[in-house]
């Protein structure tokens, strides 16, 4: 089992995993699995607030929304009698401001050393979010003896507990504060929890399953790819929220207002109209990948698409504008017939990968889908390429490698797909990976024949390029049998 630990402070990561491996056993023992976990680093927006719930609640909201996996956040508020039991929630901004000797000073004006630190672990399992707490009392140090060196305010507290004759601090049990630390109060109670949380987890048992049948029907050339801008994301071109930026910063808006009025196509289509003539230049200069730094070298060895060149599919449809598959096929000299018009269509050989620009290109100014009306416009299913892609469906199964699993791109192709599949009664299917798992939309998907794969890396570019080898060596397993061995 996997729990990712959410935070920019791996220090805290640190500490919680050495807990949790001193606890291997009973984990076991209770979970009936070990238990793994993963520090993802993450900034996460605080609230200003007093109430604990409220701050540690929004905490693990965002962080499940990030990677939408088991994610544990973390928040510690060091309580000071002598500041009237400040700075509780904001102590890392009080600590950073007062520094530990004027905190001491200030205990030593007011005569009161009395404090007491407490942990809050948010868990949240994909369904429900439990929220805990360990507390510790203690007091504050009347001399400093050494803050170099000292995670935060370790040095100036010292823990309430038994045979602390000495009065270390928490600085002073180095490698022993694990044991004795609020975090691990607050730990212990989590860990009663887990086992009733983490039986409502999905298990993603069927990956190597279902990675087998799709490398055996890409080794068969039975499959069509549908390639969108995650893949390009590898290659460091912008994503939709800069490029809106950058276009309402043209159009005289503060970038992060312009976003505020609608989705991209809706201010797509706003500065489309303001624009005018000059929209097709905008649009092409930043989609310029001779711009890009490095650009050549990069691609050469971009494994991403290297392996995706591999698979050898006989047609990709691609709702990106850049040319990025079709540059990486040239430099390799692996020919391929990209398809933007339909004067393109003369000449096609069976032999040859075919790319169909399904939303146009960024070098052809009237030919692209980008704005809303745009999209209406499309949505007749009237297109050439509409056509070509019922007769792909009917041929190919569809594997869907870059986009999100709410892109409405996916689910109207699949929608319209799936329909013409119940009624001629064929058995097609349609694959999608997703870096980002979600247990609902996965289940609707499967009743309607689609299968979703994610794999366990949070991180987007690391886990596509995993997925990607596990179906390039599936692939190559499958050739290896057929040979005898030999390949």
Same mark, same amino acid.
């Given at each position: 089992?996997?729990?990712?630990?959410?935070?920019?402070?791996?220090?805290?990561?640190?500490?919680?995993?050495?807990?949790?491996?001193?606890?291997?056993?009973?984990?076991?023992?209770?979970?009936?699995?070990?238990?793994?976990?993963?520090?993802?680093?993450?900034?996460?927006?605080?609230?200003?607030?007093?109430?604990?719930?409220?701050?540690?609640?929004?905490?693990?909201?965002?962080?499940?929304?990030?990677?939408?996996?088991?994610?544990?956040?973390?928040?510690?508020?060091?309580?000071?009698?002598?500041?009237?039991?400040?700075?509780?929630?904001?102590?890392?901004?009080?600590?950073?401001?007062?520094?530990?000797?004027?905190?001491?000073?200030?205990?030593?004006?007011?005569?009161?050393?009395?404090?007491?630190?407490?942990?809050?672990?948010?868990?949240?399992?994909?369904?429900?979010?439990?929220?805990?707490?360990?507390?510790?009392?203690?007091?504050?140090?009347?001399?400093?003896?050494?803050?170099?060196?000292?995670?935060?305010?370790?040095?100036?507290?010292?823990?309430?507990?038994?045979?602390?004759?000495?009065?270390?601090?928490?600085?002073?049990?180095?490698?022993?504060?694990?044991?004795?630390?609020?975090?691990?109060?607050?730990?212990?109670?989590?860990?009663?929890?887990?086992?009733?949380?983490?039986?409502?987890?999905?298990?993603?048992?069927?990956?190597?399953?279902?990675?087998?049948?799709?490398?055996?029907?890409?080794?068969?050339?039975?499959?069509?790819?549908?390639?969108?801008?995650?893949?390009?994301?590898?290659?460091?071109?912008?994503?939709?929220?800069?490029?809106?930026?950058?276009?309402?910063?043209?159009?005289?808006?503060?970038?992060?207002?312009?976003?505020?009025?609608?989705?991209?196509?809706?201010?797509?289509?706003?500065?489309?109209?303001?624009?005018?003539?000059?929209?097709?230049?905008?649009?092409?200069?930043?989609?310029?990948?001779?711009?890009?730094?490095?650009?050549?070298?990069?691609?050469?060895?971009?494994?991403?698409?290297?392996?995706?060149?591999?698979?050898?599919?006989?047609?990709?449809?691609? &709702?990106?504008?850049? $040319? =990025?598959? +079709?540059?990486?096929?040239?430099? @390799? %000299? /692996?020919?391929?017939?990209?398809?933007? !018009?339909?004067?393109?269509?003369?000449?096609?050989?069976?032999?040859?990968?075919?790319?169909?620009?399904?939303?146009?290109?960024?070098?052809?100014?009237?030919?692209?889908?980008?704005?809303?009306?745009?999209?209406?416009?499309?949505?007749?299913?009237?297109?050439?390429?509409?056509?070509?892609?019922?007769?792909?469906?009917?041929?190919?199964?569809?594997?869907?490698?870059?986009?999100?699993?709410?892109?409405?791109?996916?689910?109207?192709?699949?929608?319209?797909?799936?329909?013409?599949?119940?009624?001629?009664?064929?058995?097609?299917?349609?694959?999608?990976?997703? &870096?980002?798992?979600? $247990? =609902?939309? +996965?289940?609707?998907?499967?009743? @309607? %024949? /689609?299968?979703?794969?994610?794999?366990? !890396?949070?991180?987007?570019?690391?886990?596509?390029?995993?997925?990607?080898?596990?179906?390039?060596?599936?692939?190559?397993?499958?050739?290896?049998?057929?040979?005898?061995?030999?390949?």
């Amino acid at each position: 089992m996997k729990i990712f630990f959410v935070s920019k402070n791996r220090h805290k990561y640190e500490e919680l995993k050495n807990i949790i491996s001193k606890r291997k056993k009973v984990i076991y023992e209770s979970l009936g699995s070990d238990l793994e976990l993963i520090f993802h680093e993450l900034k996460i927006r605080e609230l200003q607030t007093d109430s604990f719930e409220k701050l540690v609640r929004e905490k693990v909201l965002m962080a499940f929304k990030e990677l939408q996996r088991p994610v544990l956040v973390e928040h510690t508020a060091l309580y000071i009698n002598a500041f009237n039991r400040l700075p509780g929630l904001q102590t890392k901004h009080f600590y950073e401001k007062l520094d530990a000797q004027g905190i001491i000073d200030y205990c030593i004006y007011k005569n009161d050393f009395k404090a007491e630190a407490i942990t809050w672990l948010g868990f949240c399992d994909g369904k429900n979010i439990e929220i805990v707490e360990g507390r510790l009392k203690g007091r504050i140090v009347e001399k400093l003896k050494s803050a170099k060196d000292v995670f935060d305010w370790d040095c100036i507290f010292i823990p309430n507990i038994k045979n602390n004759n000495n009065e270390k601090t928490f600085a002073e049990f180095e490698n022993k504060k694990d044991e004795i630390s609020m975090r691990k109060i607050a730990w212990e109670t989590l860990e009663n929890k887990l086992l009733q949380m983490c039986s409502n987890l999905e298990r993603n048992a069927d990956y190597q399953r279902t990675v087998d049948e799709l490398a055996k029907l890409i080794k068969k050339r039975k499959v069509m790819l549908f390639l969108g801008a995650g893949i390009s994301a590898s290659m460091e071109l912008p994503d939709w929220g800069k490029l809106l930026g950058e276009l309402g910063k043209e159009l005289g808006y503060d970038e992060d207002i312009f976003k505020t009025y609608g989705d991209y196509m809706v201010l797509a289509e706003y500065a489309k109209k303001r624009k005018n003539n000059d929209w097709g230049e905008f649009f092409e200069t930043k989609f310029d990948l001779s711009k890009v730094p490095n650009y050549e070298e990069n691609l050469k060895i971009n494994e991403i698409y290297q392996i995706i060149s591999d698979f050898d599919f006989p047609v990709v449809y691609t &709702t990106n504008y850049d $040319q =990025i598959l +079709e540059n990486y096929l040239a430099l @390799n %000299n /692996i020919p391929f017939q990209p398809i933007v !018009k339909m004067q393109d269509m003369d000449n096609i050989s069976s032999d040859v990968m075919r790319i169909i620009k399904f939303h146009g290109d960024a070098k052809d100014s009237k030919g692209k889908v980008l704005s809303e009306s745009e999209y209406f416009e499309r949505m007749d299913f009237e297109d050439f390429r509409d056509i070509l892609l019922q007769a792909d469906l009917l041929q190919y199964h569809v594997f869907f490698l870059g986009y999100s699993l709410s892109d409405i791109n996916v689910k109207l192709i699949l929608y319209r797909a799936n329909n013409r599949w119940k009624k001629q009664g064929g058995g097609k299917k349609a694959f999608i990976f997703s &870096t980002t798992p979600n $247990q =609902i939309r +996965e289940e609707i998907f499967s009743k @309607n %024949n /689609i299968t979703t794969i994610h794999g366990e !890396k949070a991180d987007k570019k690391e886990g596509t390029l995993q997925f990607l080898r596990d179906l390039q060596q599936a692939k190559r397993e499958l050739e290896k049998k057929e040979t005898g061995g030999d390949i």
